[in-house]
T-cell receptor, first 118, second 114 residues
Framework: NAGVMQNPRHLVRRRGQEARLRCSPM?????VYWYRQLPEEGLKFMVYLQKENIIDESGMPKERFSAEFPKEGPSILRIQQVVRGDSAAYFC????????????????FGPGTRLLVL | AQSVTQLGSHVSVSEGALVLLRCNYSSSVPPYLFWYVQYPNQGLQLLLKYTTGATLVKGINGFEAEFKKSETSFHLTKPSAHMSDAAEYFC????????????FGKGTTLSVSS
């Protein structure tokens, strides 16, 4: 069972450009979470999605950031008009959909996308 | 509201020595507690978790942690450090339901010297 996949692993953008980060959850998982890790800090929750639904976006910046998890394909975190302060590692995690699964509350993390804004 | 405090941003031990990484939490609901390890430029790997039941939890790579409700602590230990244990360790808490965001501590970097 392949783990959580994220691409690209590294992304360089100039200020004002758009960044698109992709996340494919583990097989059988329909809960996806995005976290951001700034230098010298722990991970901060951004958004929680299920297929075609945003469930909790309380950690998302109000502007320039958006996320989706379509019926088909990976989850996408989109950052428009990037600024230097967006430079960080962005991690995706997934968890199973079956509440009877003993691991349903456990989140499994991908390798992350390291975004550098020049 | 939930929060996690990891005491000590850096811990250094000698190979073969005891590893103790401290984590205290606050939670208004019965917490689920997790320890994750992150190697340089990699994602987070689950070491162990506490949900319910036995308060001493054993994880991978010889690590274990004990949930102490009275002390609101979930410290991570390993009897004998290996060089390969050098990494960053994160303690996290959640409200115990699927779909609940994890709240992370700031992390503790473990260094192991020979």
């Amino acid at each position: 069972n392949a783990g959580v996949m994220q691409n690209p692993r590294h992304l360089v953008r100039r200020r004002g450009q758009e960044a698109r980060l992709r996340c494919s959850p583990m097989k059988g998982h329909s809960h996806v979470y995005w976290y951001r890790q700034l230098p010298e800090e722990g991970l901060k929750f951004m958004v929680y999605l299920q297929k075609e639904n945003i469930i909790d976006e309380s950690g998302m910046p109000k502007e320039r950031f958006s996320a989706e998890f379509p019926k088909e394909g990976p989850s996408i975190l989109r950052i428009q008009q990037v600024v230097r302060g967006d430079s960080a590692a962005y991690f995706c995690a997934s968890s199973p959909r079956d509440l009877r699964d003993p691991y349903q509350e456990t989140q499994y993390f991908g390798p992350g996308t390291r975004l550098l804004v020049l | 509201a939930q929060s996690v405090t990891q005491l000590g941003s850096h811990v250094s031990v000698s190979e073969g020595a005891l590893v103790l990484l401290r984590c205290n939490y606050s939670s208004s609901v019965p917490p689920y507690l997790f320890w994750y390890v992150q190697y340089p430029n990699q994602g987070l790997q689950l070491l162990l978790k506490y949900t319910t039941g036995a308060t001493l939890v054993k994880g991978i790579n010889g690590f274990e942690a004990e949930f102490k409700k009275s002390e609101t602590s979930f410290h991570l230990t390993k009897p004998s450090a290996h060089m390969s244990d050098a990494a960053e360790y994160f303690c996290a808490v959640s409200g115990g339901q699927a779909g609940t965001a994890l709240i992370f501590g700031k992390g503790t970097t473990l260094s192991v010297s020979s």
